[in-house]
């Protein structure tokens, strides 16, 4: 029997073995940076000759790895491949499953520095937050595994006289599975471990900004003890490869996190049935959000100015939990501004590899252009600077945490999800209108609320329309298990990675009804004895 499950620690880098061992993790990955790294379909490498570089966000000109490009053809060759594997795999006992996710989770643990420091380098994680994905993967694998094991005890039926009845869950298919580069370990593995333990196969397409971490984490996969063909691997152009795999009339759902725009197109891609399509293809898509903070009259304002600085320039604000909007009561308005820019300015801006680095680059050139004419939009608007504004492109794509107050409802920074480090801060008269603000988005993923009035936080409970509300606390930080995360609205599916029907998404229940004779029972059990 498997023990009860617990939440991956965090490492203490204060103490100087971990900081030894981070640093010498860091210091192996620069020594493998700039290598080749091939498709694989049904365990078979693929190149194609035509490939596409993922670079360092911080030091631009530094290679992490080079990858094929993958064509229509192979595209089309991983689904067949992965159909075909599971005719096997969906009969492989529910426990074989969970205990490969078991065993991935150990080798995660074994390498889990060395992990962290690939993202280090390809997406420009502090040590802190690198180590915080690394450990959300590993919980990922252990609470999946579990939950299957959960899920393939039959449930309990009503019974009736004359009938053996029985429920189950089987999978679905083959998944497409495609990851965002935020948390290019967590996300990506949660998805593609889920898909696995519950009998599906997987195409998985990683990020083009996060590939490297996507293929060693592949390789563990394989150490694991994972049979060929049931993860295939594949990076290529998502107009060209991306959209053959989840048209493929083979494909049967796809989970899917990024950004709201591909969210739907993806979303509107599998609602059409192809020739020689069988069902309806399902999709879990998470899509981001615009996440405030609301603030209360007569709450420690130090604590809620720590949980809004952390909440929003963590990893750059480049989380779909971030917060860009602080809302805050008028009565407290001016004082929340000052400890918060007192805050901000203490962040050290820097390269990741420095383990005293608060936050570093943003993932890519795109990102930082777009993230720069927002700061320029948000003052354009009437906004009012009052923190960062600077960037600097030269080296690596480097954005200072940025603090605008006195934006308007329905200004642009107020209702765009910017995805890096700018904080919109914004005033309102009493906590009606707090509320309304915060509602007045199309998403609806986190949310915080500050404040001392028990009827206030019972109101939010109900109002506050987000899949994951944090009342006095910051609204980021989600742990696999005990906040089971997903939003609405634009924000998503309404699917709760790390909750308890997670799985669920990836299987479908079946009901099988034996008529039992009068007596037959009865006779099988003295034919048992």
Same mark, same amino acid.
């Given at each position: ?6 939440? =991956? ?43 596409? =570089? ?58 889990? +520095? ?10 420009? !994680? ?32 009503? !019974? ?12 679905? /298919? ?61 990076? #290529? ?20 996190? #990024?950004?709201? =725009?591909?969210?739907? &197109? ?15 293809? &399902? ?5 981001? /959000? ?74 890519? /050139? ?21 923190? #960062? ?20 409802? #329905?200004?642009?920074?107020?209702? =765009? ?47 506050? +329309? ?6 006095? &606390? !910051? ?50 059990? &003295?034919?048992?004895?």
């Amino acid at each position: 029997m498997q023990s009860e499950f617990r939440n =991956e620690s965090y490492t203490d880098f204060s103490k100087e073995e971990n900081a030894q061992a981070m640093r010498a993790a860091i210091e192996k990955v620069r020594g493998e940076l700039g290598r080749d790294y091939p498709l694989v379909v049904g365990g078979e490498r693929v190149t194609t000759g035509q490939t596409l =570089e993922s670079v360092n966000p911080a030091k631009k000109t530094e290679v992490v790895g080079r990858f094929q490009k993958a064509t229509e053809e192979i595209a089309r060759r991983a689904v067949e491949t992965a159909h075909q594997t599971f005719a096997s795999w969906r009969n492989t006992p529910p426990a074989e499953r969970a205990g490969l996710l078991f065993r991935v989770a150990g080798l995660l643990r074994e390498r889990r +520095h060395e992990m962290s420091a690939w993202m280090v380098h390809e997406v420009g !994680k502090t040590w802190a937050e690198a180590d915080g994905d690394t450990a959300e993967a590993i919980d990922f694998c252990d609470f999946y595994a579990r939950e299957m094991l959960r899920y393939a005890a039959p449930p309990l039926l009503v !019974k009736i006289e004359g009938e053996d009845n029985r429920l189950e869950y089987i999978p679905l /298919g083959v998944g497409v599975v495609i990851p965002p580069w935020n948390f290019p370990l967590a996300i990506m593995a949660g998805m593609t471990v889920a898909v696995v333990v519950t009998g599906n196969t997987v195409v998985l397409k990683p990020s083009s900004d996060a590939p490297t971490i996507a293929y060693k984490f592949f390789e563990i996969l394989e150490e694991a003890g994972m049979p060929p063909g049931v993860v295939n691997f594949m990076t #290529g152009s998502g107009a060209e490869v991306g959209d053959m795999i989840v048209d493929h009339p083979l494909t049967r759902f796809v989970a899917f996190t #990024g950004s709201k =725009e591909i969210g739907l &197109r993806i979303n509107e891609r599998a609602a059409k049935v192809h020739q020689g399509q069988l069902w309806i293809k &399902r999709v879990v898509a998470e899509m981001g /959000g615009k996440d405030a903070i609301i603030v209360d009259s007569g709450v420690d304002l130090d604590d809620a100015a720590t949980g809004i600085v952390q909440a929003a320039f963590g990893f750059q604000g480049q989380k779909c939990s971030a917060c860009s909007r602080a809302i805050i009561h008028t009565d407290v308005y001016e004082p929340m501004i000052e400890k918060i820019v007192e805050r901000t300015a203490k962040l050290k801006l820097g390269e990741p590899t420095d383990p005293t680095t608060s936050l570093s680059a943003v993932i890519n /050139g795109k990102a930082f252009k777009t993230i720069t004419g927002y700061i320029e939009k948000g003052q354009a608007e009437g906004g009012r600077l009052v923190a #960062g504004g600077g960037s600097d492109g030269e080296q690596g794509f480097f954005i200072e945490p940025t603090v605008i107050a006195d934006v308007k409802p #329905g200004a642009t920074i107020e209702q =765009e999800e910017i995805f890096g480090p700018v904080l919109a801060v914004i005033k309102a008269q009493d906590f009606d209108e707090a509320l309304r603000i915060a509602n007045n988005t199309e998403y609806g993923l986190t949310g915080a609320v500050y404040s001392n009035d028990p009827d206030k936080l019972e109101r939010a409970r109900r109002e506050f +329309h987000v899949g994951n509300l944090y009342l006095n &606390r !910051k609204c980021t930080g989600a742990l696999v298990g005990v906040h089971p995360f997903g939003g609405f609205n634009m924000s998503g599916t309404d699917s709760k990675a790390g909750g308890p029907d997670y799985l669920g998404l990836f299987m479908q229940a079946k009901v099988t009804s034996l008529k039992v004779r009068p007596g037959e029972n009865e006779k099988q059990k &003295r034919t048992a004895v």
